[in-house]
């Protein structure tokens, strides 16, 4: 099944401690998205790729940053997080910017 | 800027009874309007799309550019219609992302 799977689904870092998550798909598509989602709140934004062209939202922290190494493949590192980034972290990907977004099942954040 | 209203959190009705979810957006120019759903242990996942004017799992929502709203509606709700509902909005520039409203849980009794 063509899909988009996130990894570990499950994160639990340190305060300041630098973490990686991971997305990666098997639908071929040209975007990628990164949304953070905490709770009660709606996903919000980060940062998309368009092929290899990184598009970065106005607000997002410079403490997140993001990297497509191929098609299939797209990471969201957090260098320094703080109590306030635990969140749910969603990626989506899409053929083009217009059509429907496909997303994956999310990571869960916790810093302690 | 573009912003998206979702103003229930929860909506809780019966079995067969009608369902509205509300959602009004602000956007300067004409958007093109999305429901997301959620159920339990499951990804978010398109509903429908306002330029598609099709009924998904007996679910409409019609474009009310005078009112700016978006909102969902289904005459007869099911017990697994129960998830979180999503509006979202994309405005019409090429580069234009998704902004989402905060979610309204639907949940149907029996």
């Known amino acids: 099944d063509a899909m988009v799977i996130q990894n570990p689904r499950y994160q639990v870092t340190q305060f300041g401690k630098p973490v990686t998550l991971s997305c990666s798909q098997t639908?071929?598509?040209?975007?990628m998205y990164w949304y953070q989602q905490k709770s009660s709140q709606a996903p919000k934004l980060l940062f998309h790729y368009y092929d290899k062209d990184f598009n970065n939202e106005a607000d997002t922290p410079d403490n997140f940053q993001s990297r497509r190494p191929n098609t299939s493949f797209c990471f969201l590192d957090i260098r320094s997080p703080g109590l306030g980034d635990a969140a749910m972290y969603l990626c989506?990907?899409?053929?083009?910017?217009?059509?429907?977004?496909?997303f994956g099942p999310g990571t869960r954040l916790t810093v302690t | 800027a573009q912003r998206v209203t979702q103003p229930e959190k929860l909506l809780s009705v019966f079995k067969g009874a009608p369902v509205e979810l509300k959602c009004n957006y602000s956007?300067?120019?004409?958007?093109?309007l999305f429901w997301y759903v959620q159920y339990s242990r499951q990804r978010l996942q398109l509903l429908l799309r306002?330029?598609s004017r099709e009924s998904i799992k007996g679910f409409t929502a019609d474009l009310n550019k005078g009112e700016t709203s978006f909102h969902l509606k289904k005459p007869f709700a099911q017990e697994e219609d129960s998830a979180m509902y999503y509006c979202?909005?994309?405005?019409?520039?090429?580069?234009?992302?998704?902004?989402f409203g905060k979610g309204t849980m639907l949940l149907v009794s029996p």
């Open positions: 306002h330029i």
């Open positions: 989506a990907t899409s053929r083009e910017r217009s059509y429907e977004q496909y």
């Open positions: 639908l071929n598509h040209n975007v």
């Open positions: 979202a909005l994309r405005g019409n520039s090429g580069y234009s992302t998704l902004t």
């Open positions: 956007y300067s120019g004409s958007p093109e």
